[in-house]
């Protein structure tokens, strides 16, 4: 099962994190989101203006890839040219869509990508489920996207903390695998072993394992791993 941990930005947390047994973890490059990579404090920033901030930034994703845990970079309604410049300056290894983008602009993004700039990018596409007709949408991206991400039907875009009626998806018959999300917590770790889908890859992780916004509480989530591993 594949493990994202998502939402990440402090620095000495993403050390921590990166050294349990995770697949993806995930930077928010989306300005709106609380979870946004700024560059204050000790937080990771996207374009810091000082040199030095820039290389421990660079320092400190690069410490994701000594597990070999893949980067993903979330991204919301943004200028394909800016999620080509993160692709590059981060070292992306998946580009996560939580917006309105269209098979279209997804096709050309990652030909843009693959593989002058990034070979073998893969493609995230996030629908946001309340009822079975919210997954008629996803037929549109079957051709464009390397895994679908089901996320919880709010007002923000991710990190809510809600979580859906999994139920919903025994009747998603797609043949694109998907992430389940969605105010996944540290008591969910059964009912996922339970949950039963052949299309079903793995799980993506964030706000209900948090300490703080942003930072996530490290022995919880090694536990719950273990759990979930088992």
């Known amino acids: 099962m594949i493990i994202k941990v998502c939402g990440m930005r402090d620095i000495e947390n993403i050390r921590q994190v990166k050294n349990l047994d995770i697949d993806m973890m995930g930077f928010i490059f989306w300005p709106k989101s609380p979870r946004y990579v700024t560059a204050y404090g000790s937080q990771i920033g996207i374009m810091p203006d000082n040199s030095e901030e820039r290389l421990q930034i660079k320092q400190g994703q690069k410490q994701v890839s000594h597990r070999s845990c893949q980067?993903?970079?979330?991204?919301?309604?943004?200028?394909?040219?800016?999620?080509?410049?993160?692709?590059?300056?981060?070292?992306?290894?998946?580009?996560?869509?939580?917006?309105?983008?269209?098979?279209?602009?997804?096709?050309?993004?990652?030909?843009?990508?693959?593989?002058?700039?990034k070979k073998g990018i893969r493609i995230i596409k996030a629908f946001n489920i309340a009822t079975y007709d919210d997954f008629k949408k996803c037929r549109n991206y079957e051709e464009v996207a390397d895994l679908f991400l089901f996320d919880t039907k709010t007002s923000v875009k991710g990190g809510s903390g809600e979580q859906f009626d999994w139920s919903l998806l025994e009747q998603y018959d797609g043949k694109v695998?998907?992430?389940?999300?969605?105010?996944?917590?540290?008591?969910?770790?059964?009912?996922?072993?339970?949950?039963?889908?052949?299309?079903?890859?793995?799980?993506?992780?964030?706000?209900?394992?948090?300490?703080?916004?942003?930072?996530?509480?490290?022995?919880?989530?090694?536990?719950?791993?273990?759990?979930i591993r088992q």
């Open 177 to 227: 695998p998907f992430l389940l999300s969605g105010g996944i917590g540290p008591n969910d770790a059964e009912r996922i072993k339970a949950f039963h889908h052949p299309k079903f890859e793995g799980i993506d992780l964030n706000s209900r394992f948090e300490i703080a916004c942003g930072v996530k509480n490290v022995e919880l989530l090694k536990t719950f791993i273990k759990q």
């Open 71 to 117: 980067r993903v970079g979330v991204f919301v309604e943004d200028m394909p040219q800016d999620i080509v410049t993160c692709v590059y300056n981060y070292s992306l290894d998946y580009v996560q869509l939580h917006g309105e983008e269209s098979p279209a602009l997804i096709e050309n993004l990652r030909r843009t990508l693959d593989p002058d700039i």
